[in-house]
């Protein structure tokens, strides 16, 4: 079965240093895998996605995440946050390739604080 | 334009009341998805439209009543609601051999 765990459900960082936010995965097949980001009182916006073409996925507004088969983990990153990253960010798992119901972690709030 | 659009923003209703949620996109995408969002928790899937035809329903409670009536238009009918429903309802769309899905911003209901 397909799971997703995001290993930290608040993270704070001072505006200028680097942001990780973590997660691994669970899944019986190739996954794709996803980062969407949630701005208060907003829908979900695509950050990235991992596919299988390359394991250093690129994303939106400096974002990037790297996929770890061995680890399970899909971890996103940003080298230098800025005051709009603050958000919930949710990591998210497929269950197949094509339309279908998508997994979704607990979610991640990031502070970043001035 | 990988936009979708929601209306209302925000929603207000009684218990007896009757209203309907609408959403849009004109990408070509022949899924469609509703969503239940309660606060600090991730989406809920409720239901899932392919060719606009329902396809998957999660359990959902009939006082929720979806209908696709064109392949760029998705509405959630809703009638005799219960406070506990108060929660934000995303819409979503994909194209049918990709499980990335678009995001509306979101009706905001509150049920009083």
């Known amino acids: 079965a397909q799971s997703v765990t995001q290993l930290d459900s608040h993270v704070s960082v001072s505006e200028g240093t680097p942001v990780l936010l973590r997660c691994n995965y669970s899944?019986?097949?190739?996954?794709?895998l996803f980062w969407y980001v949630q701005h208060p009182n907003k829908g979900l916006q695509l950050l990235l996605k991992y596919t299988s073409a390359a394991t250093l996925v690129k994303g939106i507004n400096g974002f990037e995440a790297e996929f770890k088969k061995s680890e399970t983990s899909f971890h996103l990153t940003k080298p230098s946050a800025h005051m709009s990253d603050a958000a919930e960010y949710f990591c998210?798992?497929?269950?197949?390739?094509?339309?279908?119901?998508?997994?979704f972690g607990a979610g991640t709030r990031l502070a970043v604080h001035p | 334009d990988t936009e979708v659009t929601q209306t209302p923003k925000h929603l207000v209703m009684g218990m007896t009341n009757k209203k309907s949620l609408k959403c849009e996109q004109h990408?070509?995408?022949?899924?469609m998805y509703w969503y239940k969002q309660k606060a600090k928790k991730p989406p809920e899937l409720m239901f899932v439209y392919s060719y606009e035809k329902l396809s998957i329903n999660e359990s959902v409670p009939s006082r929720f009543s979806p209908e696709c009536p064109n392949s760029s238009l998705l509405n959630l009918h809703l009638h005799a609601l219960q406070p506990e429903d108060s929660a934000l309802y995303l819409c979503a769309s994909s194209h049918l051999t990709t499980d990335t899905q678009y995001f509306g911003p979101g009706t905001r209901l509150t049920v009083l």
């Open positions: 990408m070509g995408h022949r899924a």
């Open positions: 998210v798992v497929s269950i197949r390739g094509g339309y279908n119901k998508l997994i």
């Open positions: 899944s019986s097949y190739s996954p794709s």
